[in-house]
């Protein structure tokens, strides 16, 4: 798309005084983790081409490579928060194509573990577009920033190495008439997602693969999409049920751009919600929203029911090894899958964005190594919530150590106390957010009054 490559005065400016000005970054992926690694790849090299299998749509739509596009997503405060910063007035451009800004608390409705939270005040707003339009408008954003490409019918099918480094990729141009190319680049990054080939790239130039921490979640999405009155829900513009450890299976409904709102039944261990209209009105009749179960009852669907499974949360750990080839980097899903109910992922790219952007300020000598151990620093609390919270759920397979155990009735109480107090819940909201860090409700304070809060159903 725009391609204006810099002045060699100005990529020299960007490089660290020690090495040679940078040439050319490849983002092997355009969704929104290969964007976002674009994003900060494009402050330092003076070229980024980032190519893409799909044929990419000129208007917000779903397509192949993002399979969960038609489902609900989730863009945390503190995501929305950073792709602010990465691209000036971005929420703006947002809003005015019709994206909702959903207070936190007074029009946003949750229920974990069986406890509707109190209302109250946490000073966040969640950004309350559709996939396709959010990945739309960045892309768009990203292919106007100086020397970036966006190449798309196009694969990464290989990697060029020159004594250990890697130094460009073999693409091939898909099409009626498929032809190969080979790009010379300084870097090549993975954000392929969870298919992504930096882990076989690996084994076959000789390195140790990652270890794997996995967390089998076994997750069905059935969703749909409706037309039904603003005022449906009464002041509430996003609900979310939880699963419990009695009842694995979740919901979510959001009111997105188009005046439209979005749906979704989802069931974990191998529940898998019903894709006719009675069988879905009858697992959403399970939740305790009765209101919401009689809205959806006499809306207008727009669509057809969509499915998408999840199997398994996955972090593949480049931070634990011990060597690793120069110019080369897995970025988002290719590091690290979550389970989606817990709307981390984006919001996660975003940070790992922010850590590429820091890592790079200080040159690219030992880049690799530098870059995964910050990201499993962005990655690990997020695992621990995702993971934890998969783990209260006893159908959920996997070893629970005590630390876990402890931790899950610990914020099962938690959840007791946000349903009494909306400070309580302010807290919890804002660390869930990632916009306050987790040792908010370890704190003393917190604490006490969470475990002198009387349990109840």
């Known amino acids: 798309m725009s391609e204006t490559p810099s002045s060699e005065e100005d990529a020299a400016s960007r490089a660290a005084p020690d090495e040679a000005p940078p040439r050319r970054a490849i983002v092997c992926g355009a969704s929104m983790s290969g964007l976002l690694a674009a994003r900060a790849l494009s402050d330092h090299f003076p070229k980024v081409t980032i190519i893409e299998r799909d044929a990419l749509p000129d208007e917000a739509a779903s397509r192949r490579g993002v399979p969960q596009g038609e489902h609900i997503h989730v863009l945390l405060a503190r995501g929305g928060q950073v792709l602010d910063e990465l691209f000036p007035g971005l929420v703006d451009e947002l809003t005015g194509q019709g994206v909702p800004l959903a207070d936190m608390m007074t029009q946003t409705r949750f229920v974990f573990s069986g406890h509707e939270f109190a209302r109250g005040n946490c000073e966040s707003q969640l950004i309350q577009a559709s996939r396709p339009l959010l990945e739309h408008t960045v892309r768009s954003r990203v292919s106007q920033l100086p020397g970036v490409e966006i190449v798309d019918r196009c694969e990464a099918t290989g990697l060029i190495v020159s004594d250990g480094a890697v130094v460009g990729a073999k693409i091939t141009h898909l099409g009626d008439e498929p032809r190969e190319e080979s790009l010379d680049a ?272």
């Open 186 to 457: 300084e870097l090549v990054v993975d954000a392929m997602g969870r298919s992504g080939r930096m882990k076989t790239w690996l084994t076959e130039l000789g390195y140790d693969a990652p270890a794997e921490d996995r967390v089998k979640c076994d997750v069905t999405y059935v969703s749909r999409t409706f037309r039904m009155p603003a005022d449906a829900l009464g002041p509430d513009r996003f609900v979310f049920v939880g699963a419990e450890a009695e009842r694995p299976s979740l919901f979510g409904i959001v009111n997105v751009e188009g005046d439209r709102w979005m749906a979704t039944n989802a069931g974990m261990a191998g529940i898998r919600p019903p894709s006719d209209e009675a069988g879905w009105l009858a697992f959403v009749e399970t939740m305790p929203i009765p209101d919401v179960a009689k809205a959806l009852a006499d809306a207008e669907p727009l669509n057809d029911f969509v499915t998408h499974r999840f199997p398994a949360s996955t972090w593949r750990r480049y931070d634990r090894l011990g060597r690793l080839p120069a110019g080369l980097l897995a970025f988002g899903d290719a590091i690290c899958s979550f389970n989606p109910v817990y709307g981390q992922g984006m919001t996660v790219a975003s940070l790992e964005a922010q850590a590429l952007r820091e890592c790079l300020g200080k040159g690219t000598t030992d880049l690799p190594r530098r870059f995964f151990k910050s990201a499993a620093k962005v990655i690990g609390a997020p695992w621990q919530l995702a993971g934890g919270g998969d783990l209260a759920i006893p159908a959920i397979e996997g070893d629970r150590p005590l630390p876990v155990r402890l931790i899950n009735r610990y914020v099962a109480r938690i959840h007791a106390a946000c349903a009494a107090h909306p400070k309580i819940a302010a807290t919890f909201i804002r660390v869930a957010g990632f916009l306050d860090a987790p040792s908010a409700i370890f704190s003393p304070g917190f604490m006490a009054r969470v475990l002198s809060t009387p349990r109840r159903k």
